[in-house]
T-cell receptor, first 117, second 112 residues
């Protein structure tokens, strides 16, 4: 079946502009995650959605970052007033409904490479 | 909080050599442990996992055993191939159970 998809695959933007990154999770996966991968920081967690709510947004680096999820499916990560340090690959992942005490696998999309000039 | 320490790379091996990539963790309780792989130009893929102490995860000739005594989850393969060249990430679930915490990644380069 179809995996996690993300768009755009590449985005170049000027410093100070806003950007929106989109994630389509695997159909039926209720949990959705955003991560950021950069050379200096490795892979960092940003935010976790269960359904349309975000019980853990502790990884968002500043209030310029926000995310939403609608219909329990598509999610959008928005970065306002982009800065050069925002340049990174933004990864989305999804996982099936998780029951208490069970492990879960996260399935990753190909990522969006964001370059802020 | 939970954290992962992974050996620095790059690791350079000849084909058919034995591979070990070290991973140790700090965690409250016994979270599930994972190895993810990122091939050149591709996304992260789950390679193997272990959900409790003494579990052994295995896939594509790779193995890792969940060792609570040494808080380790070392990745091994008996005979590497050129096609195994990739970046390998060790990971565990955070304390809240809401995200994966990754090591810095180890680049493996295998030559023929």
């Amino acid at each position: 079946g179809a995996g996690v998809s993300q768009s755009p695959s590449n985005k170049v933007t000027e410093k100070g502009k806003d950007v929106e990154l989109r994630c389509d999770p695997i159909s039926g996966h209720t949990a959705l995650y955003w991560y950021r991968q950069s050379l200096g920081q490795g892979l960092e967690f940003l935010i976790y959605f269960q359904g349309n709510s975000a019980p853990d947004k502790s990884g968002l680096p500043s209030d310029r970052f926000s995310a939403e999820r609608t219909g329990g499916s598509v999610s959008t990560l928005t970065i306002q007033r982009t800065q050069q340090e925002d340049s990174a690959v933004y990864l989305c992942a999804s996982s099936p409904r998780r029951t208490s005490g069970r492990s879960y696998e996260q399935y990753f999309g190909p990522g969006t490479r964001l370059t802020v000039t | 909080g939970n954290s992962v320490t992974q050996m620095e790379g790059p690791v350079t091996l000849s084909e058919e050599a034995f591979l070990t990539i070290n991973c140790t963790y700090t965690a409250t309780g016994y979270p599930s442990l994972f190895w993810y792989v990122q091939y050149p130009g591709e996304g992260l893929q789950l390679l193997l996992k272990a959900t409790k102490a003494d579990d052994k995860g295995s896939n594509k000739g790779f193995e890792a055993t969940y060792r609570k005594e040494t808080t380790s989850f070392h990745l091994e393969k008996g005979s590497v191939q050129v096609s195994d060249s990739a970046v390998y990430f060790c990971a565990l679930v955070n304390q809240a159970g809401t995200a994966l915490i990754f090591g810095k990644g180890t680049t493996l380069s295998v030559s023929s």
